[in-house]
Structure formats: C-alpha cells, structure tokens
C-alpha cells in the first residue's frame, strides 16, 4: 500500500540531498509552509472581505484584506486580488477581465523565454481564444524593442502580456509602456519570475509604466503556490472599472472559493518580503548568478545572451553537441537539478530542445555563495564532459526509449555517483529551510 507521509518524507530527503537550480522553485519558509497546511484549508468564502456568501468569514477577512494590504504597499499598487490559484489562471482572468473573444492580444514567444498563458498559439486558453501575435528575440537571444514597436503598430493589440520565464536580461518596462501607450493597448507585465528581485530592488518594477501587473507568488518571492493581480494608478487612469472588472473575472468569472492557506501563506511571504535580510537575499540571487555564469562560460560553454543580468541564465549546449535531455538527465544523476530549454532559433523541437535552464533562488535560499557556486559550476561542466559523446536518435520514435535506457545507465555510474555523494556533503551544510 502507497503510504503518502513516506512518500512525503522522501521528497523532502530528495530536496534535502540536491541542488535545487530550477528558476522558477524556491523554498518557502516553514512558517508560510504552515499557513498553507493549516485549517484555513477547511473554510468555504466565496466572494471578497466583508461580501461573503458564506456564514464564518470573520478571520478570513482580517487574513486577506492583511495581504492585500501589505502587497500594495510593497509593491506600491492601487489595487489587488490575491485570490488566483496560479500564475496561468492569473493571466487568464486579466484577459477575461479586459477583452472580448477574438480581441488581438501580443507577447513573447514561449521559444524565446516568454510563456504559454501569453498567446501560445493552438494548445492555450489565450492562444485560441484571442488572436494572437507573437515577438521573438534577435539570434543572440536579446529582444529587439524596434521590432516589438514594429509588430504592435502593425497589428494594434488590444493588449499586451509581457514577462519571462528564461530570458536572462532585464526587461525595459518604460519602452514597452512606450509602445502599449502608442496603440492604445493594455499593458500587463507579467513578473511571476522576478517578483522577489522587484522587492529586493534588484530588478526595476514595472508598476510605473504598466496598467496590470501579475505575479505567482512561489517563484523569487518564496511564498505558497498562487498568484497575485495588481492594478497600478496607470491602470484605473485607463479605465476606473479595471479594479472591479478584475475582481469579477476571478470570482465569479473563472474561481469559486479561494484557497484560504494559500492567501495567509502569501501574507507571511511579504511580511518577510519586507525586511533587510529579503534585500540581501535578493542581491546575493542575482551575485550568485552572475557568478554561476561566469564560470560556467570559463569552462567553455555558451550562455544566450551572453550572461545574465538577474537570476537566471539559459545554456546553448549546441557548441558541445549536446541535447538539453541528455544534459538534464546526466545533472539529475550527479544530484543537480535543472530544467531543459529552448534555445533562439532551436531547431529542435520543445520536447527535446538545446539548451538548459539554471537559476540562484533556491540555492541562494539555503545560504549558497560565491565558493560553493565555484565548486557547482565545477561540477556542471565535470558531468557534461562526462557524456559529451552522447547523441539523442535522429529518429524522432526512438528518442523516448533512448532517454528511459539513458536514464538507467547514468544512475549506475560510478564518476556520477561520486559527484552526488559530493552534492549531498555540501547540501548538509546548507540546510533548507
Ligand atoms: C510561472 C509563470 C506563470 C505560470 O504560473 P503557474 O503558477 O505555473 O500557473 C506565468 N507567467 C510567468 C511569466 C511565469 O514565470
């Protein structure tokens, strides 16, 4: 029989004993981990503080109207909902908030860093409901604002969602309210990722220049799974409904009862948002990276754009001749855990792209540094040489056994054992929280 707190109990011994160098993960404190799991969970309260439609909602008022309260304060909004379950119903609601079925909506292609909910074509809510119009990057994977001011004259959005999910560099918020103003579009900045650094100072906010700003709260800011709608004084400028027509979209629109442990989770993540050891943390993420970086391109390999500047950085591993599976599996094996990626211009398809994505949250969390992103860096460059012969099929049916086949033999390897017993010595002094 499956027992689940064991199962539990070795997720937390996988995280223990690995690097965590996924971007978008980090660990949240044990306090906000409370407020997830607490009774919070048990309470119905559809609607908002002081509009409820159930009986009992007294505390769960006091919990949320706090979050809000601290959220607009922090990042200095005129107006919040934190009531989305994730980032990708977050978006959604701005989109039913604001447009009619059809409306042109633009934003960054998934392939270049941006992310599904921003018009993917085809297999997403927002690429199949709207039109949508999409901008890439230049070859050397940087984003050029002439071809973005381009594309939104030519097709006149409605709206525009912008972020990233694995561009290294920091988006010019005034040029993109620029362009959005130009056209008469909305302009959503989308800073799921770098909502922490925004806090911290590290990565300019886009409020001042933006009508919505969106956020998970789980990635840089180190709070529960969910996410965050604000509207910025430039927003209810634009249209003095925006507050209220955003607040419909997500309860009745598209949510029904919010996740109470969720809400005081994200209220404890800003509370410790809001101190000067956030602001280090944050400025040590985006050292650590720069750090990573460098090294990791003295070691011989190739960075897209070049670096990075926050907390990030994505691998071209088509110099090595390396696929991002291979690279991903091999790290896993040494207990380094990262994500495969697309590249600018990859010809490979996304299921099996050429690069790898690495980020400094999580490590940073734990306490991490310059030395031990030496000694990481080391290792990374020591393991992809390891498999550097390795080649995926050229037969696209073939591809999935190869990975399985793969996937066995690097669990077995002696050098890669070696590094993961290694990995696990460094994690132990740098326990999460
Ligand atoms: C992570 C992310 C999302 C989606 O968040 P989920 O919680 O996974 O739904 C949306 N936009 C950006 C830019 C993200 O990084």
Not at 94 to 109: H, Q
Not at 141 to 168: C, F, H
């Amino acid at each position: 029989m499956v027992i689940i707190s064991d199962l539990i109990k070795e997720e937390q011994k996988r995280q223990e004993e690995t690097l965590m160098l996924i971007p978008s993960e980090n660990y949240a404190s044990k306090e906000v981990r409370e407020a997830v799991g607490s009774v919070l969970m048990n309470k119905y309260s559809e609607g908002y503080s002081g509009r409820r439609y159930y009986q009992g909602n007294k505390i769960i008022d006091e919990i949320e109207t706090f979050a809000i309260d601290k959220a607009k304060e922090l990042f200095k909004v005129e107006h919040v909902n934190v009531q989305p379950y994730s980032g990708s119903p977050a978006n959604a609601e701005v989109l039913f908030a604001l447009l009619n079925p059809g409306d042109t909506i633009m934003g960054l292609k998934l392939s270049s860093g941006g992310h599904l909910t921003h018009g993917h074509p085809d297999i997403t809510f927002s690429g199949r409901f709207y039109k949508s119009v999409q901008f890439g990057t230049k070859d050397d994977g940087i984003i050029d604002y002439n071809e973005v001011e381009n594309l939104a004259r030519k097709e006149k959005p409605a709206l525009m969602i912008i972020g990233t999910t694995a561009y290294p560099l920091i988006l010019d918020w005034k040029k993109l309210g620029e362009i959005a103003d130009l056209v008469g579009s909305w302009l959503v900045a989308d800073i799921s990722h770098v909502s922490g650094l925004v806090l911290a100072g590290e990565y300019p906010s886009p409020v001042p220049f933006t009508h919505i700003v969106t956020t998970t709260t789980h990635k840089t800011l180190r709070g529960p799974r969910g996410a965050m709608i604000m509207v910025t004084k430039k927003g209810i400028e634009k249209d003095p409904e925006t507050a209220s027509k955003i607040d419909k979209a997500v309860f009745p629109g598209l949510q029904g009862g919010p996740h109470n442990g969720t809400t005081a989770g994200i209220a404890q993540a800003l509370i410790e948002a809001d101190s000067g050891d956030f602001k280090k943390y944050g400025k040590q993420i985006v050292i650590n990276a720069r750090y990573l970086a460098e090294e990791l391109k003295n070691g011989g390999l190739t960075l897209v754009t070049g670096g990075t500047e926050c907390h990030l950085m994505v691998v071209d591993l088509r110099p090595i001749g390396l696929s991002g599976n291979i690279a991903a599996e091999v790290l896993e094996a040494a207990g380094i855990i990262v994500n495969r990626n697309s590249v600018p211009n990859d010809s490979a398809p996304p299921f099996y792209p050429s690069g790898i994505r690495l980020g400094t949250p999580g490590i940073t969390t734990r306490g991490m540094t310059e030395p031990e992103m030496k000694i990481i860096a080391g290792w990374i460059l020591k393991v992809l040489d390891h498999v550097k012969d390795e080649k995926l099929p050229e037969v696209k049916e073939k591809r999935g056994e190869y990975i399985k086949s793969f996937r066995i033999k690097v669990a077995n390897d002696e050098f890669l054992k070696n590094i993961a017993s290694e990995v696990r010595d460094l994690c132990k002094k740098f326990p999460m929280p």
